[in-house]
């Protein structure tokens, strides 16, 4: 830290975590801290002491202006302390500083400066974040999107790392990984927060002064992934141990074929027989909340199902199983949640392969008749194609088999050790056969 004298107030340049304690207290997160305090006077109510030494000649210069500016390393003002007490260290070669600090410029100190949260975020709308100071894993990930699909919030994914040395920023491998996967998840951000102290067997302090400024960012939920012994494994409020992979069930099938009303059956089975969390990623359901905007275009169908997949791999990874209900009809797509399924535990395709007459027969909702009548453009079976998934795993004709019957048959390909085998149970006569039916 070097110290400049002018005429004016002197500036006094910090650096390391003396210039990111800085930028968050000016930015409030350190709030109610506004400044720094004396070693011998540090306010019951804040968070932790920050104090300021300075060079002896440095103070007295301005303890005489009543204000000393302070910079990066650079000499770009950052804020003004206004000086209202001040007292000599012991051995009286520096002099430590007390007043309020008032911002006069954004820092400009790297790294991810682009995605740097000094300031509450207080957001429009509700905000869920998930603070990360490793790479996040699959189960950590699905908790996170589960805290804000249940909220109706967007996600905060944030890395959290202690100061960061000039030109070793140790934290940005994490950072990458935070913003690929912010990009991956409709309306999640990423974002960096530098703590002025080291997150590595942080003390008692380090830790309240850490829960601080997460609870600072103005979040109506905080998932804290943090870890703070390099050697102590996971970190939160979730079991530290590594799941057990779970398994991703994907239906695909044209629009009133039976897919969905199966995947509910299947989906109350097993919750009610598994002791392993079970989620259904409806289609119409998964478009309201995962989806908002796409249409039925060739490329929004498939992005909506990319989606729904990169969702059920997590939740697959982190243990739980994730059933799939959307039409899916491109093999391209239905591929592709099939790679990201397997890197994270079992898939299984099952194909509803009820015919289109059946489909339009029972057509509850009126879309065949609306796509008959050109009101309804681009509909799967009517004007847009449905591929046939020859890859699938099971193909099932609700028009010939009961759902119970259906549903028994999926479990019975599921089944695997570790899957409670009471989840198959009394399985009723069945009717189908692993090869095609009729479909289209």
Same mark, same amino acid.
């Given at each position: 830290m070097t110290a400049l004298g002018t005429t004016q107030p002197p500036v006094f340049a910090l650096t390391g975590a003396k210039l990111d304690e800085l930028e968050l207290l000016a930015g409030g997160l350190l709030s109610p801290a506004d400044g720094y305090c004396l070693?011998?006077?540090?306010?019951? &109510?804040?968070?932790? !002491? +920050?104090? %300021?030494?300075?060079?002896?000649?440095?103070? &007295?210069?301005?303890?005489? &202006? *009543? /204000?000393?500016?302070?910079?990066?390393? #650079?000499?770009?003002?950052?804020?003004?302390?206004?000086?209202?007490?001040?007292?000599? /260290?012991?051995?009286?070669?520096?002099?430590?500083?007390?007043?309020?600090?008032?911002?006069? *410029?954004?820092?400009? &100190? !790297?790294?991810?400066?682009?995605?740097?949260?000094? $300031?509450? %975020? +207080? !957001?429009?709308?509700?905000?869920?974040?998930?603070?990360?100071?490793?790479?996040?894993?699959?189960?950590?990930?699905a908790a996170a999107m589960t805290a804000a699909l249940d909220a109706g919030a967007v996600l905060w994914l944030v890395a959290v790392c202690g100061p960061q040395p000039h030109g070793r920023y140790t934290v940005s491998p994490l950072v990458e990984e935070l913003e690929a996967a912010a990009a991956e998840i409709p309306g999640a951000r990423a974002g960096l927060v530098v703590l002025p102290v080291e997150l590595a067997a942080a003390s008692p302090v380090d830790r309240i002064l850490h829960e601080h400024v997460l609870g600072r960012l103005g979040a109506g939920r905080v998932l804290d992934f943090v870890v703070h012994d390099a050697h102590s494994g996971d970190a939160g409020p979730f079991n530290p141990s590594r799941p057990r992979a779970g398994a991703v069930v994907l239906f695909t099938g044209l629009s009133g074929s039976g897919k969905s009303t199966v995947a509910r059956a299947l989906a109350e089975r097993l919750q009610n027989a598994a002791h392993v969390p079970v989620t259904l990623l409806d289609g119409d359901d998964v478009r309201r909340i995962l989806s908002p905007g796409l249409g039925f275009s060739v490329e929004e169908r498939n992005a909506n199902v990319r989606r729904i997949g990169w969702v059920a791999a997590l939740i697959s990874g982190a243990g739980g199983i994730a059933?799939?209900?959307?039409?899916?009809?491109?093999?391209?797509?239905?591929?592709?949640?099939?790679?990201?399924?397997? #890197?994270? *535990?079992? +898939?299984? %395709?099952?194909?509803?392969?009820? !015919?289109?007459?059946?489909?339009?027969?029972?057509? $509850?909702?009126?879309?065949?008749?609306?796509?008959? $009548?050109?009101?309804?453009?681009?509909f799967t079976g009517i004007d847009s194609p449905y591929e046939y998934p020859r890859d699938a795993d099971l193909h099932l004709d609700t028009s010939r088999i009961s759902v119970a019957e259906a549903v028994d048959r999926v479990l019975q390909e599921l089944l695997e050790p570790g899957l409670p085998a009471n989840a198959a149970a009394a399985p009723t006569p069945r009717t189908g056969s692993r090869e095609a039916l009729p479909g289209r």
């Amino acid at each position: 830290m070097t110290a400049l004298g002018t005429t004016q107030p002197p500036v006094f340049a910090l650096t390391g975590a003396k210039l990111d304690e800085l930028e968050l207290l000016a930015g409030g997160l350190l709030s109610p801290a506004d400044g720094y305090c004396l070693p011998s006077e540090v306010p019951e &109510h804040w968070p932790a !002491p +920050f104090v %300021l030494a300075v060079p002896a000649a440095v103070g &007295h210069e301005a303890l005489a &202006h *009543g /204000t000393l500016f302070l910079s990066d390393p #650079d000499g770009t003002a950052l804020a003004a302390l206004k000086i209202d007490r001040a007292e000599d /260290t012991r051995d009286h070669e520096a002099v430590c500083l007390a007043g309020t600090v008032t911002a006069l *410029g954004k820092a400009e &100190h !790297p790294p991810a400066r682009h995605l740097r949260i000094a $300031r509450p %975020l +207080f !957001p429009a709308v509700p905000a869920v974040v998930a603070a990360f100071s490793e790479a996040p894993r699959p189960w950590q990930l699905a908790a996170a999107m589960t805290a804000a699909l249940d909220a109706g919030a967007v996600l905060w994914l944030v890395a959290v790392c202690g100061p960061q040395p000039h030109g070793r920023y140790t934290v940005s491998p994490l950072v990458e990984e935070l913003e690929a996967a912010a990009a991956e998840i409709p309306g999640a951000r990423a974002g960096l927060v530098v703590l002025p102290v080291e997150l590595a067997a942080a003390s008692p302090v380090d830790r309240i002064l850490h829960e601080h400024v997460l609870g600072r960012l103005g979040a109506g939920r905080v998932l804290d992934f943090v870890v703070h012994d390099a050697h102590s494994g996971d970190a939160g409020p979730f079991n530290p141990s590594r799941p057990r992979a779970g398994a991703v069930v994907l239906f695909t099938g044209l629009s009133g074929s039976g897919k969905s009303t199966v995947a509910r059956a299947l989906a109350e089975r097993l919750q009610n027989a598994a002791h392993v969390p079970v989620t259904l990623l409806d289609g119409d359901d998964v478009r309201r909340i995962l989806s908002p905007g796409l249409g039925f275009s060739v490329e929004e169908r498939n992005a909506n199902v990319r989606r729904i997949g990169w969702v059920a791999a997590l939740i697959s990874g982190a243990g739980g199983i994730a059933i799939c209900a959307p039409i899916a009809p491109f093999d391209v797509t239905r591929q592709q949640v099939r790679h990201m399924a397997q #890197d994270n *535990g079992r +898939f299984l %395709l099952v194909h509803i392969s009820t !015919p289109l007459s059946e489909c339009e027969a029972r057509d $509850r909702k009126g879309l065949y008749a609306k796509a008959r $009548r050109g009101e309804l453009k681009e509909f799967t079976g009517i004007d847009s194609p449905y591929e046939y998934p020859r890859d699938a795993d099971l193909h099932l004709d609700t028009s010939r088999i009961s759902v119970a019957e259906a549903v028994d048959r999926v479990l019975q390909e599921l089944l695997e050790p570790g899957l409670p085998a009471n989840a198959a149970a009394a399985p009723t006569p069945r009717t189908g056969s692993r090869e095609a039916l009729p479909g289209r």
